[in-house]
Nanobody, 123 residues
């Protein structure tokens, strides 16, 4: 019911930064938790971060903790992922999702998903 569109991906050198944005429309986005996932070549989908509907609750995967920051602006219906100190291992298609804060990773089939944006980190 929530439509999501990611933007901000691209090609960066190792150590660089990117900011991804996810624009939501349709169902009131402020009622949903949001998250970011990625899927690298030959890999399974990986959970990165989640933020509850108010923005006061945040969870990060260990692989990105300290480097990535998730935030949201409910007035603009957007969720962002600031990515710093990027590594070649971060190369993947990045997806945003909307769903339940506690089940966004446990029950991903219940989420709304964006189409993804490619992030490539060169060495």
């Amino acid at each position: 019911q929530v439509q999501l569109v990611e933007s901000g991906g691209g090609l960066v050198q190792a150590g660089g930064s990117l900011r991804l944005s996810c624009a939501a429309s349709g169902r009131t986005f402020s009622l949903y938790a949001a998250g970011w996932f990625r899927q690298g070549p030959g890999k399974e989908r990986e959970f990165l971060a989640a933020i509850n509907r108010s923005g006061g609750g945040i969870t990060y995967a260990d692989s990105v903790k300290g480097r990535f920051t998730i935030s949201r602006d409910n007035a603009k219906n957007t969720v962002s992922l600031q990515m710093n100190n990027l590594k070649p291992e971060d190369t993947a298609v990045y997806y945003c999702a909307a769903g339940s804060y506690y089940n966004i990773d446990k029950a991903p089939n219940n989420n709304s998903w964006g189409q993804g944006t490619q992030v490539t980190v060169s060495s």
